[in-house]
């Protein structure tokens, strides 16, 4: 069992940065694929990035490509997303999460197939 904790979350202006912490406890992260997924207000939850437990290839989602960045730091057991020209579009509570697939080179955009899941940060970007 793993437990994550989310931060870094608050209120930005258009254009500006934050980035995302996932602190985990219990296990070791590495043994994850880990992602971070987005739920805005009134809308379903919805895929942002993930790195693979393996070596470390990413994926995002279209509407974040070449402005968000997944990250992972196996000795601090932790996972970041610095988020760049953030837009009022990206508001939303944002939720890291774990999954314990055996394969290395893999990741899924489903959230449906992680297993753990923090209790989400608050990104606001103002207009």
């Known amino acids: 069992q793993v437990q994550l904790v989310e931060s870094g979350g608050g209120l930005v202006q258009a254009g500006g940065s934050l980035r995302l912490s996932c602190a985990a406890s219990g296990r070791t992260l590495s043994m994850y694929v880990m992602g971070w997924f987005r739920q805005a207000h009134g809308k379903e939850r919805e895929f942002v990035a993930a790195?693979?437990?393996?070596?470390?290839?990413?994926g995002y989602a279209d509407s974040v490509k070449g402005r968000f960045t997944i990250s992972r730091d196996n000795a601090k057991n932790t996972v970041y997303l610095q988020m760049n020209s953030l837009k009022p579009d990206d508001t939303a509570v944002y939720y890291c999460?774990?999954?314990?697939?055996?394969?290395?080179?893999?990741?899924?955009?489903?959230?449906?197939?992680?297993?753990?899941w923090g209790q989400g940060t608050q990104v606001t970007v103002s207009s």
């Open positions: 999460a774990a999954d314990r697939t055996p394969y290395y080179s893999y990741y899924s955009t489903d959230g449906t197939t992680y297993d753990y």
């Open positions: 790195i693979t437990r393996g070596d470390g290839s990413t």
